[in-house]
């Protein structure tokens, strides 16, 4: 089974320019999730799809981060204009369907293997 | 808020040795538990899980038990080898205000093993 694919693996830019980064989850998952993951922290998340809906976008900084996944399958992440701060690693992951906590069980999420952006 | 701490690294041992990376956790109700293991250049994976009070999580001759009265998750492994070298996350599953439930991860601790 292939696993979660992302693109770029890396990308460098300088600050004020845009970027964005490509995901592709498993084959029949319906959740997917955009993480941010700075250097020596753990992964923080910013967005949450539920097929092509967006079901917990609380953390997602609006004012200059976006996603889409429009079709319920592969998501974009943009950022525009990119600040310093931005450089992180993007995970993007993927469930079967989203987790239903009253039920104590665990739909595992399957991470892609990042993608890093360097801000200069 | 929902929140997890772990030990800092990076955890030096050589192989063989006993590891232990402590975790602990603040939460409201029953959170589930979990740890996740980062190998360089790769994604995060799912090591091993717990959902409920003095469940013992365990995979690959990792262990880690979920005490709800010290609110920890701590790792364990009673003989390390060089390719367990890698990042090793503690989170928390818990129910945040949409309704929707969500990961929440510690810092991450690197574990450094030795021949």
């Known amino acids: 089974e292939a696993g979660v694919a992302q693109s770029p693996r890396y990308k460098i830019i300088e600050k004020r320019q845009s970027v964005a980064f490509w995901c592709n989850p498993i084959?029949?998952?319906?959740?997917l999730y955009w993480y941010q993951q700075i250097l020596g922290q753990g992964p923080k998340l910013l967005i949450q799809?539920?097929?092509?809906?967006?079901?917990?976008d609380s953390q997602l900084p609006k004012d200059r981060f976006s996603a889409e996944r429009l079709k319920g399958v592969d998501s974009t992440l943009k950022i525009q204009p990119a600040k310093l701060e931005d450089s992180a690693v993007y995970l993007c992951?993927?469930?079967?369907?989203?987790?239903?906590?009253?039920?104590?069980?665990?739909?595992?999420?399957?991470f892609g293997p990042g993608t890093r952006l360097t801000v200069l | 808020g929902n929140s997890v701490t772990q030990m800092e690294g990076p955890v030096t041992l050589s192989e063989e040795a006993f590891l232990t990376i402590n975790c602990t956790y603040t939460?409201?109700?029953?959170?589930?538990l979990f740890w996740y293991v980062q190998y360089p250049g790769e994604g995060l994976q799912l090591l091993l899980k717990?959902?409920?009070?003095?469940d013992k999580g365990s995979n690959k001759g990792f262990e880690a038990t979920y005490r709800k009265e010290t609110t920890s998750f701590h790792l364990e492994k009673g003989s390390v080898q060089v390719s367990d070298s890698a990042v090793y996350f503690c989170?928390?599953?818990?129910?945040?205000?949409?309704?929707?439930?969500?990961?929440?991860f510690g810092k991450g601790t690197m574990l450094l093993v030795s021949p």
């Open positions: 992951a993927s469930s079967f369907r989203l987790a239903e906590p009253r039920l104590r069980s665990y739909n595992e999420q399957f």
């Open positions: 084959s029949g998952h319906a959740t």
């Open positions: 799809f539920q097929n092509n809906g967006v079901v917990d």
């Open positions: 939460a409201t109700g029953y959170p589930s």
């Open positions: 717990a959902t409920k009070a003095d």
């Open positions: 989170a928390l599953r818990s129910l945040r205000e949409s309704g929707y439930s969500t990961l929440t």
